[in-house]
């Protein structure tokens, strides 16, 4: 039996309270402390400082991994890396000119 249970996770200096199955916990903490750690290197640059803004680039430039990894059948990390670059760099343009 599943049992959902309250977990305190934290992003942007925000706290939020997820209900997860315990046996989901370990990843919902994972993908949290990635998320934080993609904000962060967004933030660093400091071509966007608008929170809303970095949240949706992070998790742009998550999805766009995600599906990378999905679609391919081999993985070329040096192309991954290339490809994510790229991305950063036309969404940064693009969110730098609104």
Known sequence: ??????LK?????REFNISCPEQEREEIILAAEFLEKKIHEIREEGKIMDSDRIVIAAALGIA???LILRQS???DIEDFKR??????E???NVLIKK
């Not at 996770?9 to 200096?13: D, E, K, Q, V």
């Open 90 to 92: 036309k969404l940064n």
């Open 83 to 88: 490809r994510i670059t790229t991305i950063r």
């Open 64 to 66: 766009h991994e995600l």
């Open 1 to 6: 039996m599943n049992s959902e249970e309250l």
């Open 9 to 13: 996770i934290t992003i942007m200096g």
């Open 73 to 75: 059948s081999g993985f």
